[in-house]
């Protein structure tokens, strides 16, 4: 079936960089709207931020600024760039994407497993 693999979560110190990768692969027909959610310790998952099919950007107010969402739909693949990255980032960042799966479904979201990032000194 469908599935997100991500790629790229770590340890990275404050003011540093990751660019995590999140590739969607199985038996697709379209992908729509395709983003990046984190989800720390004790709290709700939320919102980092998500990019259109058309290239269309959205990103939590923590992000703008730090963070930018890029895809490649030739490779079904959508980016997290992640600047000056902060102890506060740190959560389990996961991919979402609307995919139908065939020309006459509506889109679903799929989520990927999660992976982690950790901001530390």
């Known amino acids: 079936q469908v599935q997100l693999v991500e790629s790229g979560g770590g340890l990275v110190q404050p003011g540093g960089s990751l660019r995590l990768s999140c590739a969607a692969s199985?038996?697709?027909?379209?992908?729509?709207?395709m983003g990046w959610y984190r989800q720390a310790p004790g709290k709700e998952r939320e919102l980092v931020a998500a990019?259109?099919?058309?290239?269309?950007?959205n990103y939590a107010e923590s992000a703008k600024g730090r963070f930018t969402v890029s895809r490649d739909n030739a490779k079904n693949t959508v980016y997290l760039q992640m600047n000056s990255l902060a102890p506060e980032d740190t959560a389990v960042y996961y991919c979402?994407?609307?995919?139908?799966?065939?020309?006459?479904?509506?889109?679903?979201?799929?989520w990927g497993q999660g992976t982690q990032v950790t901001v530390s000194s």
């Open positions: 979402n994407a609307v995919i139908s799966r065939f020309s006459y479904n509506p889109g679903r979201n799929y």
């Open positions: 199985g038996s697709m027909f379209s992908i729509g709207a």
């Open positions: 990019i259109t099919s058309g290239g269309s950007t």
